[in-house]
């Protein structure tokens, strides 16, 4: 069995890449490999932004990613910088920056690209969507 | 703790989009982390690399200023798709740091020995 590390780098909707990630990671843990985490940069952050609304029937990426960490245990690491820069802060970002609303909650956290290479080191392989 | 190898892979220009910004973030702060870190520039990359780049602020930061730095980051391996450099008319020495340029095959050699690639 393998650990694997996934890096989201595209935002969901326009492109496939995160929904394909999500998939990814579904059929990963089925055939019993661990997932040590996700880490989303660069447009990828918008996988966090809690904001988005799309039609009801359609797939709501953002809450299958909060389903499947709440279900495995899997982190959902967010570059802050990356974040921050696409407009996606959190509460404390909110009221340093004199927001009025905040879009990042948990299971989402903000971290540093430090935490990338962490992901990197206990993963056999990081794969990139 | 064994620290894995990373390759960082520069395939579009400058400025247009974010991707040389962002990767060479990630590459110095992995550096930094204490990540070898091993960068290559292949098609369109390749344009990262110029000499005289003069960005207006709307294009992004001039983050090509922080080339000539990598070495104090020890990253030292820079690897340049030789093939991409002559289908633009271009040469290393029209490059603002020195790198090595590699044909195809020997880039996928390179490619090949790292344990994860990331893709910008």
């Known amino acids: ?129 | 703790m064994i620290t894995k190898t990373l390759g960082v892979i520069n395939s579009t220009a400058p400025y247009g989009v974010s991707n040389g910004q962002e990767s060479l973030d990630l590459a110095l702060a992995s550096a930094n982390f204490g990540q070898e870190v091993t960068l290559f520039f292949i098609d369109d990359g390749v344009f990262q690399l110029l000499k005289s780049q003069q960005p207006i602020p709307e294009q992004g930061k001039h983050y090509s200023k922080t080339f000539p730095a990598l070495t104090f980051y020890d990253i030292d391996d820079i690897f340049v798709c030789q093939q991409s450099l002559t289908e633009r008319a271009l040469a290393v020495s029209d490059l603002c740091i020195q790198v090595s340029a590699l044909p195809r095959e020997e880039l996928n050699q390179q490619l090949a020995r790292l344990d994860h690639l990331m893709r910008f």
Not at chain 1, 12 to 18: K, V
Request: aromatic letters at 10%; charged letters at 15%; hydrophobic letters at 45%.
């Open chain 1, 1 to 129: 069995m393998a650990t694997f590390g996934l890096l989201v780098t595209h935002a969901p909707f326009e492109q496939q890449h995160a929904f394909t990630a999500y998939r990814f990671a579904l059929s990963a843990l089925a055939l019993g490999h661990e997932i040590k985490g996700v880490f989303f940069y660069q447009a990828g952050v918008q996988n966090a932004n809690s904001y988005q609304a799309g039609h009801s029937d359609e797939f709501n990426v953002h809450q299958a990613w909060v389903e499947l960490s709440a279900q495995h245990g899997i982190p959902l690491n967010v570059c802050v910088t990356a974040a921050n820069r696409r407009g996606v802060i959190n509460a404390q970002d909110a009221k340093d920056n004199d927001r009025q609303g905040f879009n990042l909650t948990e299971p989402f956290i903000e971290v540093g690209l430090g935490d990338l290479v962490q992901l990197s080191q206990v993963s056999d392989r990081v794969i990139q969507f």
